[in-house]
């Protein structure tokens, strides 16, 4: 078998294999048996055919349909025997067969870039932060507060703290109805930040049985649409809120808390913790992204195609059977999401990369520890758990990379930028 392996780019290779009729033998031998029990021929029960008249009367239609896999076969054998170091897919973009003289094909494939370690720790990087505050602490008592709230049927909508029901008709350019366009009972909370202004506009002060007419221009994302609708008042009801006390608080935490003070205290430490995670991952995304600039070398297209595959699959969950709608467009969401792909894999390789110059593994210690702290809280055995996790390389994987960030945040000096010092745009 010739093999003859062309450099296409730093990271993408086209290997060319021709074999000849002797080396194809054993391969279409293989073929012609397990395309036997198929066939049926004159005189001789199906699958029964003796292996010379098939070769005689289909060996051509066996050969070619066999092709691809037989190509595939040769070509795990070229990586093998070349120490080609494939990743990804591969692509067979040639096949030439002629009959008792060769076969010829050519693979491109990836193969991962030669990365040049440059500086990785002992980093100057900013990361944005926020410290919780006490009006957050009050927002989310409010919350609470909301959804355990009553309502209480009202002649007017005298604040934002009312829900008013309607009865909605879209209406045309010159303000006539569209049939097979009107919605009943549709219920607005007037202070839902979720709500356009001219429908607050419109229903603030309203009452029962009043007719309101609202127009405006509706901005979603990078298009607007003309929202042209006639509203009828059917119901204006009072938001009344429960009060804060001892018994709202045991509702609310079905007993776990008793007292308003040790609720306070709680939702404070919840909300502190949130933020110290969603801080700790900002300075994280500092340090990776620097890291990531420092690096530059190019990325395996299959590897970036694999992130967007994956993201095309979350996007699948979030809809009805996990099927996307006929006219969502795939290559589009593509190219929207490459920078992101992009910015993934180079993190993936230049990631696996510093933890083999560091050296970092997980200890059989680690993988205790690790059960020890998970057992109680999961309901397994300790010792279950431990032999799991030994033979489990997606935790050792994990391990290893919580050991290779908490190396590259104690390495690198962080300036935390608070966020309330930003402009409103780049809170992100």
Do not use: C
Request: a negative charge.
């Amino acid at each position: 078998m010739e093999v003859q392996v062309t450099n296409l780019s730093d990271v993408a290779r086209e290997v060319e294999i021709q074999a000849s009729p002797e080396e194809l033998k054993p391969h279409f031998e293989k073929a012609y048996l397990e395309y036997r029990p198929k066939i049926e021929i004159k005189g001789f029960r199906k699958g029964k055919a003796p292996l010379d008249l098939i070769k005689k009367l289909y060996g051509d239609l066996i050969e070619h349909e066999y092709l691809d896999k037989i190509a595939s076969e040769l070509y795990r054998q070229a990586v093998q025997e070349n120490d080609l170091q494939p990743i990804g897919e591969p692509l067979l973009v040639d096949l030439d067969y002629r009959r008792g003289e060769h076969l010829r094909f050519k693979i491109k494939y990836d193969v991962r870039p030669s990365i040049q370690l440059k500086k990785y720790k002992g980093l100057k990087v900013e990361a944005v932060v926020h410290k919780p505050t006490e009006e957050e602490l009050e927002n989310e008592i409010l919350r609470l507060r909301k959804i355990n709230s009553t309502l209480e049927e009202a002649s007017k909508a005298e604040d934002d703290e009312y829900v008013v029901s309607v009865d909605m008709q879209e209406l045309d350019d010159s303000g006539l109805p569209i049939i097979g366009k009107k919605s009943e009972n549709v219920r607005f909370y007037l202070a839902d930040s979720q709500l356009e202004q001219p429908f607050k506009d419109a229903l603030r002060g309203t009452q029962r049985g009043n007719v309101h007419q609202i127009k405006f221009d509706h901005q979603h994302g990078d298009h607007s649409h003309k929202v042209n609708v006639r509203v009828t008042v059917t119901k204006v009801e009072k938001l009344r809120l429960p009060e804060l006390n001892d018994e709202f608080v045991k509702k609310v935490t079905k007993e776990k808390i008793g007292t308003v003070e040790e609720f306070r205290k709680s939702l404070r430490e919840d909300i502190e913790n949130y933020w110290k995670e969603k801080n700790r991952r900002s300075k994280i995304n500092a340090v990776t992204a620097e890291i990531i600039r420092i690096h530059e070398f190019e990325v395996p297209e299959s590897l970036i195609r694999s992130v967007l595959d994956g993201l095309l699959e979350e996007i699948k969950h979030q809809y009805p059977n996990k099927q996307l709608p006929t006219d969502f467009d795939i290559e589009k969401f593509y190219q929207e999401n490459r920078a992101y792909a992009i910015y993934q894999s180079k993190w993936a390789l230049l990631r696996k990369e510093i933890i083999r110059a560091e050296q970092l593994e997980v200890d059989e210690a680690t993988l205790v520890e690790l059960a020890e702290r998970e057992a109680p809280k999961i309901g397994i055995d300790k010792e279950r758990l431990i032999t799991y996790y030994k033979s489990s390389d997606q935790i050792k994987d994990r391990l290893v990379g919580d050991k290779l960030i908490e190396l590259l945040l104690t390495s690198s000096t962080i300036k935390e930028i608070d966020d309330t010092t930003l402009p409103e745009i780049e809170k992100g």
